[in-house]
T-cell receptor, first 113, second 114 residues
Framework: KAGVTQTPRYLIKTRGQQVTLSCSPI?????VSWYQQTPGQGLQFLFEYFSETQRNKGNFPGRFSGRQFSNSRSEMNVSTLELGDSALYLCASSLRTESPQAFFGQGTRLTVV | AQSVTQLGSHVSVSEGALVLLRCNYSSSVPPYLFWYVQYPNQGLQLLLKYTTGATLVKGINGFEAEFKKSETSFHLTKPSAHMSDAAEYFC????????????FGSGTQLTVLP
């Protein structure tokens, strides 16, 4: 059974640009959560999607958005990139919203220059 | 609101020695607690979780943790460290029982010395 797949693994963007990251959950999993990991702020919850609906959102500006498709694949978008958006973005999938276990992908390393 | 405090951002142990990584939580309701491990340039792997029931939880790779409500702690231990245990460890809490919206501690980097 394939794990959580995040693409691309590495990305370099310029300030002011926008970026889209992709996450394919484990087959059959319907819940996808996104986290940002930085040396200064650690791991922070961005948002969670279930059945194409955003269920929860962390404390991030509106430049951070996401969506989920009918096949449970999810994308997150960051517009007007800032240097501080440089981070490892992790996606986690769960079978359903109440599942006590989430499986993480390897992440996308975003560098903003 | 919930929060997690991991005491010690860096811990070094000798190979074969006891590993003890500390985690204290703050929660207004009974929490659900998790330990994850992260190897360089990798995602997070679940080591163990406490949801309900037995307070001593056994996980993968010989790790275990004990939920102590009176001390609001969930420390991670392993009797004998192995070189392959060198990684960063994160304690996390959830109020919902699910792992989809976690609050993480700041992490502890474990170094295993030969």
């Amino acid at each position: 059974k394939a794990g959580v797949t995040q693409t691309p693994r590495y990305l370099i963007k310029t300030r002011g640009q926008q970026v889209t990251l992709s996450c394919s959950p484990i087959s059959g999993h319907r819940s996808v959560s996104w986290y940002q990991q930085t040396p200064g702020q650690g791991l922070q919850f961005l948002f969670e999607y279930f059945s194409e609906t955003q269920r929860n959102k962390g404390n991030f500006p509106g430049r951070f958005s996401g969506r989920q498709f009918s096949n449970s694949r999810s994308e997150m978008n960051v517009s007007t990139l800032e240097l501080g958006d440089s981070a490892l973005y992790l996606c986690a999938s769960s079978l359903r919203t109440e599942s006590p276990q989430a499986f993480f992908g390897q992440g996308t390393r975003l560098t903003v220059v | 609101a919930q929060s997690v405090t991991q005491l010690g951002s860096h811990v070094s142990v000798s190979e074969g020695a006891l590993v003890l990584l500390r985690c204290n939580y703050s929660s207004s309701v009974p929490p659900y607690l998790f330990w994850y491990v992260q190897y360089p340039n990798q995602g997070l792997q679940l080591l163990l979780k406490y949801t309900t029931g037995a307070t001593l939880v056994k996980g993968i790779n010989g790790f275990e943790a004990e939920f102590k409500k009176s001390e609001t702690s969930f420390h991670l231990t392993k009797p004998s460290a192995h070189m392959s245990d060198a990684a960063e460890y994160f304690c996390a809490v959830s109020l919902t029982g699910s792992a989809r919206q976690l609050t993480f501690g700041s992490g502890t980097q474990l170094t295993v010395l030969p």
